[in-house]
């Protein structure tokens, strides 16, 4: 089989002046490389290796905001599980209030829930549009996770009570609702 230059001297596209100075260079590139043990560049691969690191970085990068999505996805699936396995069954004619935001919400409950959730053993998780009550070791844990799905959560009665707090002497009256 014949190289690639008799087939081009052949076709005519190349005249035999030219393929010799061609020849030439080569050897001349080749020694000076041999000779300084230096590697010569070839801007054709240069090109074609920064494209592919380029490629690695953009692929590296969508992957790990791919793992961040699902990392994420699994987080709010985790926090569903927790409210729908350990909300409190709730009925009542209590109305309490609390806020949502800038909105003020109200759940209608006894008087059982209401001192549990003043005392801060359940707190207010959202779950979509509706609001459940959860145990105050589930909502931590809703929390660890993340604090956007837990409405409101009063301190428990005593770890609650601060030191200095000036107003300490007042009494709050019992029927007091907000």
């Known amino acids: 089989m014949s190289s690639l230059q008799d087939q081009l001297l052949k076709a005519g596209l190349v005249d035999s002046k030219k393929a010799k100075t061609m020849q030439k ?3 001349k590139q080749t020694k000076v490389q041999h000779k300084t043990k230096e590697k010569l560049i070839d801007p054709i691969k240069a090109a074609a290796e920064e494209a592919r690191l380029a490629k690695l970085q953009k692929d590296q990068a969508l992957n790990a905001q791919r793992n961040e999505e699902a990392h994420k996805k699994a987080i709010v699936a985790q926090i569903k599980q927790l409210i729908e396995l350990n909300k409190q069954p709730r009925s009542g004619e209590i109305a ?10 109200k759940i209608l409950i006894n008087a059982a829930l209401q001192k549990a959730l003043l005392n801060g053993q359940l707190a207010i998780a959202k779950l ?6 959860v145990p105050y070791p589930i909502a931590n844990k809703i929390i660890e996770r993340d604090s956007s799905f837990i409405i409101s959560q009063a301190q428990l009665a005593n770890q609650g009570e601060q030191v200095d707090d000036p107003y300490a002497d007042y ?3 019992d029927d007091l609702m907000w």
């Open 96 to 105: 309490y209030n609390f806020t949502d935001g800038s909105t003020i919400k």
């Open 25 to 27: 260079e080569q050897r």
């Open 128 to 133: 979509g549009e509706r609001y459940e009550l």
């Open 171 to 173: 009494q709050i009256p």
